[in-house]
């Protein structure tokens, strides 16, 4: 790999800036009344507190997520890039690899700059925390369904919804273990929510990047709205469930984007900021 590819990693970080659209409600989030219930609410359950050790084999966690991907939402495949090696093609749960000393899981895209693939986005691999418990069946899927999406730049239009896709397979993936994993990565994920709540309560008199912003912004509306859907799907029925994974085969092929999406399912920032259905999923132990 040449320097040039190293500059290059900084692509998507240029797409996502123009995508930062200021006219949507998500870039002018607030903490308003809803918002404080919601935060007043963590600080009750003690949400901050929330820890997770059951334990997972790694191998039956990817042989795992490879059946319910394949029964459920096939895959394309992404191109992995790797120091020393020639970009290649394969199934991103065959880019896999498990660290110590990461703070969370996560996948880097890149454009390639030269060769059969370039101008194309490959992915360098998926890195998942070495500490494999149950949570890790659904933060794999998360960061799969980042490389369906970020691997075609078009198919998110709006910053703000980066990871509502993410988190919604990953709650579905999580149902399909246990009711006691879905509860568990829906208070792991609301944790991050208090923390970006409590951030953007007091911002104005903290030192934060208009950057830092933005991201909590994104993962606040982006988890929000993923409950949402979430919700949708558990009270629908089996032939809707099948209509809305079939959807979301569509954006990983291309024919939809996340917004489009959304919008089909009437989802937005301002009808998933409810208190009622937050409590309900985020539960006290």
């Not at 990461?102 to 925390?129: M, N, Q, T």
Request: positive net charge; hydrophobic residues 35%.
């Amino acid at each position: 790999m040449d320097k040039m590819d190293l500059v290059n990693k900084l692509f998507y970080v240029l797409e996502m800036n123009q995508k930062k659209n200021e006219s949507s409600p998500e870039s002018k989030i607030l903490v308003d009344k809803n918002l404080e219930k919601m935060r007043d609410y963590f600080i009750k359950i003690k949400l901050d507190e929330f820890k997770e050790h059951t334990k997972a084999d790694k191998g039956e966690v990817i042989k795992y997520d490879k059946e319910f991907f394949r029964e459920n939402i096939p895959l394309k495949k992404i191109i992995v890039v790797k120091d020393n090696h020639e970009p290649y093609e394969t199934n991103p749960l065959n880019n896999i690899e498990f660290r110590k000393r990461i703070r969370s899981s996560y996948v880097e895209p890149i454009k390639i700059s030269s060769g059969k693939y370039k101008g194309k986005i490959g992915f360098e691999p998926i890195l998942i925390k070495d500490h494999v418990s149950k949570l890790t069946y659904g933060c794999i899927g998360h960061e799969v369904v980042h490389t369906q999406i970020e691997q075609n730049p078009n198919l998110l239009t709006n910053y703000y919804n980066r990871e509502v896709l993410s988190i919604f397979v990953e709650m579905i993936i999580s149902k399909s273990i246990d009711d006691k994993t879905l509860d568990n990565i829906i208070r792991y994920r609301f944790e991050n929510v208090y923390e970006c709540i409590s951030d953007l309560s007091y911002y104005e008199d903290m030192i934060f990047t208009s950057d830092s912003i933005a991201k909590f912004r994104c993962y606040l509306s982006s988890s929000l709205k993923a409950l949402h859907l979430y919700d949708k799907y558990r009270h629908s029925s089996r032939d809707k469930r099948i209509e809305i994974l079939s959807l979301i085969e569509d954006i990983f092929c291309g024919k939809l984007t996340v917004e489009q999406f959304l919008d089909k399912m009437n989802v937005t920032y301002k009808n998933s900021k409810d208190v009622d259905m937050v409590k309900h999923y985020v539960k006290k132990y």
